[in-house]
């Protein structure tokens, strides 16, 4: 495990990356010289830059910084980038981001939250919650906090809330007193090969955990978990330790009571859509009353917490239209949305822009993914967001589109997306995915108010 005593100066080569940049901010706040590489500037990259940061967008050895203590990267870097190597060549100390994390959650109490899906929402709603408790946390977030437009932020408690990332296994790194476990879902086959061996990596991040773990209701394999006190939480089953009941729905906001088995804990209201949601504020709730916040302050974070970007966001939401994007690039993430929007808007026709994510995920999961889409009145499918890979034979959007039922559907570029939301005036859509679909955010939001 690396030391982060003794670092006066720290570059990272991905420094734009959600997970990465939280770091960047943490360290900028020690007040330590920060620098660091990206590919293409952004909005996140400005921010960082805004605060300080000195980023540079250039492979080349000219810009690098020379005096760094600790160099820290993505694995989404390539293996020939110029910087990373001549960092390895020269002796640097070269480590990944979770082995920063490693550190951290050794260092504090950790909470850690893993899962296929939701662990960013889940995580977010803890940090918002014991920072509006006045707990008090340093969040390590994989997403954008609407109410602190953030993705890190530090306290005095030596507490850290750490998104357990699954890829790369880099979640076997941390060293989790408290958890949160979302799903078990197959994802990421391309790192693990098989689900056998995913779900084996993932019961070793359970079993590690040193205080409590908290952990969706009926779970498969849940019997194999090991961990001292354990949990269960569910948006309304009453066999769960925790859940919701007598939830309403009003205007996309949701007011429902928290049990503890037979005891009611307090009433709150959430103001996110998806039903799924739900289920993760009560996961978070759960955490938070094991760590022993009183009941009514996390009533309040609850009613204060404005989401994730991203997360179920709503970018248009008056009397004509109602517009939300989201994150969604997993089956199972792709049906509770849907099924969400659905519930809360019913008598509104849903039209869904959907970008795969990995061409690797695509051919793994196309059938759930067709499944998920059915779901909707109409299907707009973009190409293949590639991220780190190289094309697949045989693999694209169509691979998805072919095993759709439903009549409705076309395969769009997204200059084409952006004619059929002018033409279509959808009164309720959804864009979907991980990729650069959020390029389009912005401008159909604004052909939507333009109406």
């Given at each position: 495990?690396?030391?982060?005593?003794?670092i006066?100066?720290v570059?990272?080569?991905?420094?734009?990356?959600?997970?990465?940049s939280?770091l960047?901010?943490?360290?900028?706040?020690?007040?330590?010289?920060?620098?660091?590489?990206?590919?293409t500037?952004t909005?996140?990259?400005q921010?960082?830059?805004?605060?300080?940061?000195?980023?540079?967008?250039?492979?080349?050895?000219?810009?690098?910084?020379?005096e760094?203590n600790l160099?820290?990267y993505t694995p989404?870097?390539?293996k020939?980038h110029?910087?990373l190597?001549?960092?390895?060549?020269?002796?640097?100390?070269?480590?990944k981001?979770?082995?920063?994390l490693?550190?951290?959650?050794?260092?504090?109490?950790?909470?850690?939250v893993?899962?296929?899906?939701g662990?960013?929402?889940?995580?977010?709603?803890?940090?918002?919650?014991?920072?509006?408790?006045?707990?008090?946390?340093?969040?390590?977030?994989?997403?954008?906090?609407?109410?602190?437009?953030?993705?890190?932020?530090?306290?005095a408690?030596?507490?850290?809330?750490?998104?357990?990332?699954e890829?790369?296994?880099s979640f076997?790194?941390?060293?989790?007193?408290?958890?949160?476990?979302t799903a078990?879902?197959?994802?990421h086959?391309?790192?693990?090969?098989?689900?056998?061996e995913?779900?084996?990596c993932?019961?070793?991040?359970?079993?590690?955990?040193?205080?409590?773990?908290?952990?969706?209701?009926?779970?498969?394999?849940?019997?194999e978990?090991?961990?001292?006190n354990?949990?269960?939480?569910?948006?309304?089953n009453?066999?769960a330790?925790?859940?919701?009941k007598?939830?309403?729905?009003?205007?996309?906001?949701?007011?429902?009571?928290?049990?503890?088995?037979?005891?009611?804990?307090?009433?709150?209201?959430?103001?996110?859509?998806?039903?799924?949601?739900?289920e993760?504020?009560i996961a978070?709730?759960?955490?938070c009353?094991?760590?022993?916040?009183?009941?009514?302050?996390?009533?309040?974070?609850?009613?204060?917490?404005?989401?994730?970007?991203?997360?179920?966001?709503?970018?248009?939401?008056?009397?004509?239209?109602?517009?939300?994007?989201?994150?969604?690039?997993?089956?199972?993430e792709?049906?509770?949305?849907?099924?969400s929007?659905?519930?809360?808007?019913?008598?509104?026709?849903?039209?869904?822009?959907?970008?795969?994510?990995?061409?690797?995920r695509?051919?793994?999961l196309s059938?759930?993914?067709?499944?998920?889409?059915?779901l909707a009145?109409?299907?707009?499918?973009?190409?293949?967001?590639?991220?780190?890979e190289?094309?697949?034979?045989?693999?694209?959007?169509?691979?998805?589109?072919?095993?759709?039922?439903?009549?409705?559907?076309n395969?769009?570029?997204?200059?084409g997306?952006m004619?059929?939301?002018?033409?279509?005036?959808?009164?309720?859509?959804?864009?979907?995915?991980?990729?650069?679909?959020?390029?389009l955010?912005?401008?159909i939001?604004?052909?939507i108010?333009?109406?």
């Open positions: 495990m690396i030391s982060l005593n003794n006066s100066s570059y990272f080569i991905g420094i734009g990356g959600i997970g990465m939280a960047a901010r943490y360290f900028h706040e020690q007040k330590l010289v920060v620098r660091g590489y990206d590919k500037p909005e996140l990259t921010e960082l830059v805004d605060e300080g940061i000195e980023i540079n967008f250039k492979d080349d050895l000219s810009s690098l910084d020379k760094a160099v820290v989404a870097i390539p020939d110029q910087q190597n001549w960092y390895r060549e020269n002796d640097f100390t070269v480590v981001r979770s082995d920063v490693e550190s951290i959650t050794h260092q504090m109490q950790a909470v850690c893993a899962g296929t899906h662990k960013t929402t889940v995580s977010t709603m803890i940090a918002h919650l014991l920072r509006d408790a006045a707990y008090g946390c340093n969040a390590f977030l994989g997403g954008i906090s609407v109410n602190y437009k953030k993705n890190f932020w530090s306290s408690n030596q507490c850290a809330v750490v998104e357990a990332d890829y790369d296994r076997l790194k941390l060293h989790p007193d408290f958890a949160v476990l078990m879902d197959a994802d086959l391309d790192i693990y090969g098989t689900v056998e995913m779900e084996k993932y019961l070793q991040f359970i079993n590690s955990v040193q205080d409590t773990l908290i952990f969706k209701h009926g779970l498969k394999r849940s019997s978990f090991k961990v001292k354990q949990f269960t939480y569910s948006a309304q009453d066999s330790d925790y859940y919701a007598d939830i309403m729905m009003s205007n996309g906001s949701y007011a429902f009571d928290i049990y503890q088995r037979d005891e009611l804990k307090t009433s709150a209201v959430l103001h996110m859509g998806g039903m799924h949601n739900v993760n504020c978070a709730f759960a955490l009353d094991v760590l022993g916040v009183d009941v009514v302050k996390l009533a309040k974070g609850i009613s204060s917490f404005k989401g994730v970007k991203r997360r179920f966001q709503y970018i248009v939401k008056n009397d004509n239209f109602v517009y939300i994007d989201d994150y969604a690039h997993h089956p199972e792709l049906k509770n949305l849907i099924e929007a659905k519930a809360l808007f019913r008598n509104r026709k849903l039209a869904v822009i959907f970008q795969p994510h990995l061409y690797s695509t051919k793994d059938a759930g993914f067709a499944e998920s889409l059915d009145d109409e299907v707009i499918l973009l190409d293949i967001y590639p991220a780190r190289l094309p697949m034979e045989g693999v694209s959007s169509e691979l998805i589109m072919d095993q759709m039922h439903s009549d409705n559907k395969l769009l570029t997204m200059d997306a004619a059929w939301v002018e033409g279509k005036k959808p009164e309720l859509l959804i864009t979907a995915g991980a990729g650069d679909i959020d390029t955010v912005e401008p939001k604004q052909k108010l333009a109406l």
